[in-house]
């Protein structure tokens, strides 16, 4: 790295280091990366440009790895880069950093056009974007949630050819394994889709033996899945008993409740609870509807549901949900920021670049007031406004 870069160093702030949060550290950036960590006085500080913090906390920055839209835009109605850039600036105000733009169960030409549009995001830089997350359409119609089941479909050898041809950033895909052949499950893993569970009316050991095969996580733990029984374990208890899976957890506090969220986080391996958001179109809008499958969905009480009464994604941003799990689960907050960034980060094999406040990662940082709402949000270094 160039040392003719311009030094910029955070100062005045609570950094939530590895080992919890640290008021006596400086973090120096370089060329969008961390450069260090330093005493706050350390005399390298001399030779910095110096942003004052004001006290407030500085965490990695969020990622999340399954938003369908913001903005008042929705990826399934426009894939294209400008819906990706809008859907980003969108949630760059809650202090997610890093995204997995989601497309929901659809044909398969809007499904190529959705992974275009996110090789060219990423192509041009647009900040934030990781990633793809494919939620369908090989689900399963007992399990579909609000997707419509019209459009599920068997994966064919052109669905495959275009999910694990290789892309400029992460695919993540959701399916319901008894729908999907375990050769095909094995064959996008090999890959390096991420596969995972969900939508899926599967039994234990149908759901074990997709684990063995490939599947790695699962799409919002309880939500659209067979629940945990006593004598029939379904894919809850498959996921729970899996030491090396990931989950997905949706913490508005409507698609799961704090008890249930305690008893998956408690029941997981530390890390492989992830901090999800599903977030729709009303997240960083003024318009709490959207149009969806032809259905108009209104978010009241950040609850987004069809007329029916069916839950049609969340209202829910990262910040919120980092503070539901600290003020309704009463997790610390070390544990709650780990969940929306080190984890995650794991999760998409990109843990060497980001989820940490640690040198030679991407300077990536949510910084947050005493009350956890986020007052800046930086991406390789550069700093927006909330």
């Not at 311009?6 to 120096?28: F, K, S």
């Not at 809007?110 to 996110?118: D, N, P, Q, S, T």
Request: glycine fraction near 10%; proline fraction near 6%.
């Amino acid at each position: 790295m160039s040392a003719a870069q311009p030094l910029l160093a955070l100062v005045n702030g609570r950094v939530l280091a590895d080992h919890g949060p640290r008021n006596d550290l400086a973090v120096l950036v370089r060329g969008g990366r961390i450069e260090a960590l330093v005493p706050a006085s350390d005399p390298s500080l001399d030779k910095a440009t110096r942003h004052d913090l004001q006290g407030r906390l500085l965490l990695p920055g969020f990622i999340d790895v399954q938003v369908n839209g913001g903005g008042g835009l929705l990826f399934n109605a426009a894939p294209t880069v400008d819906t990706l850039r809008g859907i980003a600036a969108a949630h760059r105000k809650f202090g997610t950093t890093g995204m997995l733009p989601t497309l929901i169960t659809d044909t398969a030409e809007v499904m190529h056009a959705a992974l275009e549009a996110v090789d060219a995001a990423i192509a041009e830089g647009v900040p934030g974007i990781l990633g793809i997350h494919l939620e369908g359409p090989f689900l399963a119609p007992a399990r579909k949630g609000i997707h419509d089941a019209n459009l599920f479909r068997l994966p064919d050898a052109a669905d495959i050819a275009d999910i694990a041809r290789k892309h400029r950033g992460v695919v993540m895909m959701t399916l319901a394994p008894e729908r999907v052949p375990l050769e095909t499950i094995r064959q996008l893993s090999a890959a390096g889709v991420i596969v995972v569970a969900g939508h899926t009316a599967a039994d234990y050991a149908t759901m074990r033996a997709a684990l063995d095969a490939g599947v790695s996580g699962f799409t919002h733990l309880y939500n659209a899945m067979t629940p945990l029984g006593s004598r029939d374990p379904g894919v809850v208890g498959a996921a729970l008993d899996d030491p090396h899976s990931w989950c997905g957890l949706i913490v508005d506090l409507h698609h799961v409740h704090p008890a249930s969220l305690r008893v998956a986080i408690a029941a997981k391996a530390r890390g492989k609870s992830v901090l999800v958001t599903d977030a729709m179109p009303p997240v960083g809008a003024d318009d709490p509807t959207y149009v969806l499958n032809g259905q108009t969905i209104v978010a009241r009480d950040g609850v987004c549901q069809s007329d029916d009464g069916v839950l049609a994604g969340s209202a829910l941003d990262m910040a919120t949900g980092v503070r539901h799990l600290v003020n309704a689960v009463g997790l610390p907050l070390a544990e709650a920021s780990r969940m929306a960034s080190a984890y995650p980060a794991a999760w998409l094999g990109l843990e060497r670049e980001l989820g940490r406040i640690v040198a030679g990662q991407r300077a990536d940082f949510a910084v947050l007031d005493d009350a956890l709402v986020v007052q800046e949000t930086w991406i390789g270094g550069v700093r927006y406004a909330a």
